[in-house]
């Protein structure tokens, strides 16, 4: 493989890949505060 | 008898004779990496040892790196191996709050585009004449992350990895230098005054807090399994943390561990300064590509905030995608500095701990990815 399609390839998919991985990972923990939400009796006494 | 007094005397100061011109550049330069530890407080944890064991590594003679030397033992037995940087990532997890992010999920993205510059400068170490894995070893500078840049470095481009490591260390502790200008550059007055209360985020259960680090691990390896060492020792040790079960092996973990391994770290990272390797052109362009990316990092991660401003009809300041690098917590403090020097009441802090935070998880997710790709393409 060539230096300018691997370039090309790490920027596309490294780049999309980094942001899809964590914009999945927001929505699951949107979702995981929703499922399980903090309650009074956590807070340390 | 006099043949073995000469012969005897010749062996002291053989040192002075053996010297090679790059050693006596090498040991002012690991001096002035003490200077920075110790005198400008930058990174003392690594640049002392640092820059003693490039110190070491450049008297002639001594044989530290040769073949059973103990600076090669302790370099073969961590940093060849990988270990050192993964037992330190489990520290970094036991140490690291990620509630701020739990608070504001959404701040998750701009810990994703504070990683940009990663990729950016792989490109341009290209376009220079790296090699693919060079460039690679290059560009992870830009994860602002020490024992991530380490861990790709001595995988994939040992030869760089002090140049790498050197560059990674300093640039993280000028980001107070750099970062003001180019969030100055890149945002109007009406944005940087944009006031985010802290009102609005809600405390979060400690079952979240528990089931992040599991979520992150399983999640994060099934899409980047290359990148599983390094996301699975730092989510180990946020859960120990996070759980309280373990809090003797947490206590040992951001304590004992994490400062016995960065001693051995720092001292073997030194001993790759040897001058005869490090001293040329290209540990230059390393260095000066090393602080394109970390600045390339800043960049997107406020043109990213700007970005997120918009969607949001005005109600996220974009400073706070400054704070989307790994540099923790100081780059959340430079983002709370800066709001209040444009807005007294303006208290960013919480906000850019959460990008901080991001940015954490970002560069482990992005040197996972980045692994995961390159074996996908077959190289390596």
Redesign the interface.
Not at chain 1, 6 to 11: D, H, N, P, R, S
Not at chain 2, 105 to 109: D, E
């Given at each position: 493989?060539d230096?300018?399609t691997?370039?090309?390839?790490?920027?596309i998919?490294?780049?999309g890949?980094?942001?899809l991985?964590?914009?999945?990972?927001?929505?699951?923990?949107?979702l995981?505060?929703k499922v399980?939400?903090?309650?009074k009796e956590?807070e340390p006494n | 008898m006099l043949d073995a007094v000469i012969n005897g005397l010749s062996g002291l100061g053989a040192g002075f004779v053996s010297l090679h011109w790059s050693n006596p550049i090498m040991i002012v330069i690991g001096c002035i990496l003490l200077y920075l530890g110790i005198k400008k407080d930058f990174e003392p944890l690594l640049l002392v040892p640092i820059g003693f064991g490039c110190i070491l590594v450049n008297i002639p003679l001594a044989g530290l790196m040769e073949e059973e030397g103990f600076l090669r033992t302790i370099y073969d037995a961590g940093v060849i191996t990988e270990l050192f940087p993964l037992l330190i990532f489990i520290g970094i997890g036991a140490m690291t709050d990620f509630t701020p992010?739990?608070q504001n999920?959404?701040?998750?993205?701009l810990?994703?585009?504070g990683?940009?510059g990663?990729?950016?400068t792989?490109?341009l170490a290209?376009?220079l004449g790296f090699s693919?894995l060079d460039?690679?070893s290059i560009g992870i500078i830009g994860a602002c992350d020490g024992p991530t840049a380490i861990y790709v470095a001595s995988k994939y481009a040992p030869h760089l990895l002090g140049a790498v490591s050197v560059a990674a260390y300093s640039y993280m502790s000028l980001v107070p230098v750099f970062q003001p200008p180019i969030m100055k550059l890149l945002t109007t007055e009406k944005e940087r005054v944009i006031v985010m209360s802290s009102k609005g985020l809600?405390?979060?259960?400690?079952?979240?807090k528990m089931?992040?680090p599991l979520?992150?691990t399983v999640?994060?390896g099934l899409?980047?399994p290359m990148g599983l060492p390094l996301i699975g020792t730092i989510m180990l040790g946020n859960l120990m943390k996070e759980s309280g079960a373990v809090s003797r092996l947490t206590k040992a973990s951001e304590n004992e561990i994490a400062n016995i391994v960065t001693l051995f770290l720092g001292i073997s990272i030194g001993a790759t300064m040897d001058g005869r390797a490090f001293l040329n052109p290209q540990t230059l362009i390393i260095l000066a590509l090393g602080f394109l990316a970390i600045c390339l990092d800043t960049v997107c991660g406020v043109l990213f905030g700007k970005l997120m401003c918009v969607m949001s009809g005005g109600k996220v300041n974009p400073l706070i995608g400054a704070a989307g690098i790994s540099a923790f917590p100081m780059s959340a403090r430079v983002v709370q500095k800066e709001g209040l020097k444009y807005n007294k009441k303006n208290h960013l802090l919480m906000h850019a701990m959460g990008a901080n935070a991001?940015g954490q998880?970002?560069s482990v997710?992005?040197a996972a990815?980045?692994l995961?790709?390159l074996k996908g393409?077959g190289?390596i």
């Open positions: 493989m230096n300018f691997f370039g090309i390839t790490m920027i998919v490294g780049m890949g980094t942001i991985t964590l914009w999945i990972m927001s929505l699951i923990m949107s995981l505060t399980f939400p903090y309650k956590e | 992010l739990l999920p959404m701040t998750f993205l810990g994703a585009a990683q940009f990663i990729f950016l792989l490109a290209l376009i693919k460039a690679v809600k405390p979060v259960s400690k079952t979240t089931l992040f979520v992150m999640l994060g899409i980047a991001g998880v970002g997710m992005a990815v980045m995961s790709v393409m190289i």
